[in-house]
């Protein structure tokens, strides 16, 4: 029962963040002949949809079915999904995957390479110990980081595209893909707008976003960027991108966090420390071409800090906007003339 009653919190904190965002992110879309909107749930958190067209309806229901498919293939909570079973085989043999799977692995392995690490897919063996939004939230004690963190190394995953197999070459080892599923989400969605012949459409995956074709007025999709100073239940904005195209996903240290004994916890995982990082942000948002990679980049950003991630921005050409515990607002020049600052509480700094 205290299971079913917190799952019913949780949806209600999210039903409310997305009726408070989907307003900025939907007021000013041009009107299409036909409009669709729709709301489901998966991957824990609530997935909004409005696209345009004559098939408008069929597109966001084969988006929502290739999300579900996506969540039951990547998952590590999923009996028998891809991850599930390449980490019950751990420290074995090779398993076959999806080729899906295979290439979010690929770029996950990608992302852990360009960041030495501070971004880590095998991050499973410490993230299942804190439960962030789970039913045993709790400060792991520091005897038992130490014993799981030496089998916390992307170095020790093993891909192979060319076969779709992949293996973990230690026992005790585990992939959580946590930090790039909800874009690589948005992908499938966009895919499938584009594959059902819907004429635009955008659509919200937790903290991603997707965007596929123009709207009708030819102006830019309205992206609101979310405040990371306040809670779930009183979500706002506190900045606006304005985008043709593309992906968008933040990171912040208000998603999945938990206070014990007064101190507040949040998710962002150090893979180095197994703690959550404590550099000064508060949030990173990412703009690029591809789903998985805006996720897995507004998560290894964030954990490299402002200065560190100017490399791993260029090599991807991607844009950030990088805010801190000061309200102070840094954001990539490209996002010069389409990020908007509406909350005069931040203070957007000069480039330098």
Not at 76 to 96: C, E
Not at 141 to 157: E, G
Not at 173 to 181: E, K, R, S
């Amino acid at each position: 029962m205290k299971k079913h009653k917190k799952i019913i919190v949780y949806c209600c904190v999210a039903a409310a963040l997305l009726i408070s965002i989907a307003g900025l992110l939907w007021k000013k879309y041009g009107q299409r002949s036909t409009r669709y909107q729709c709301t489901n749930f998966a991957m824990g958190t609530y997935i909004q949809q409005t696209v345009y067209g004559k098939n408008a309806t069929a597109a966001a229901s084969a988006a929502a079915k290739r999300i579900g498919e996506l969540d039951s293939t990547i998952s590590w909570r999923t009996d028998g999904s891809d991850i599930a079973r390449l980490n019950k085989a751990a420290g074995t043999d090779w398993i076959s995957i999806q080729p899906e799977t295979a290439s979010i692995l690929k770029l996950s392995l990608d992302v852990a390479k360009e960041t030495d690490g501070a971004f880590d897919p095998t991050i499973l063996p410490i993230s299942s110990m804190w439960d962030f939004g789970g039913n045993n939230q709790h400060v792991p004690s520091k005897a038992n980081i130490q014993k799981f963190l030496k089998y916390v190394d992307y170095k020790d995953l093993r891909i192979d595209t060319s076969k779709n197999t992949a293996s973990l070459r230690n026992h005790y080892m585990g992939i959580d893909l946590g930090a790039v599923g909800k874009g690589a989400a948005c992908t499938d969605a966009v895919d499938a707008y584009r594959s059902t012949g819907a004429e635009c459409g955008i659509i919200a995956v937790g903290g991603s976003i997707g965007m596929f074709g123009h709207k009708a007025d030819g102006s830019p999709w309205d992206v609101a960027v979310r405040d990371p100073t306040v809670t779930d239940q009183n979500a706002a904005a506190m900045g606006e991108l304005s985008l043709t195209s593309g992906y968008v996903s933040t990171s912040g240290t208000y998603e999945l966090c938990f206070k014990q004994n007064g101190t507040l916890y949040h998710h962002l995982l150090n893979a180095k420390t197994g703690y959550p990082e404590n550099n000064g942000l508060t949030s990173v948002t990412i703009v690029v071409n591809d789903g998985a990679l805006s996720d897995a980049l507004s998560t290894a950003c964030f954990l490299l800090g402002r200065e560190k991630s100017a490399p791993l921005l260029k090599k991807y050409n991607a844009d950030a906007i990088f805010i801190d515990n000061n309200k102070h607002v840094y954001a990539s020049a490209n996002l010069k003339d389409k990020f908007t600052i509406t909350n005069s509480k931040f203070v957007l700094q000069p480039q330098g």
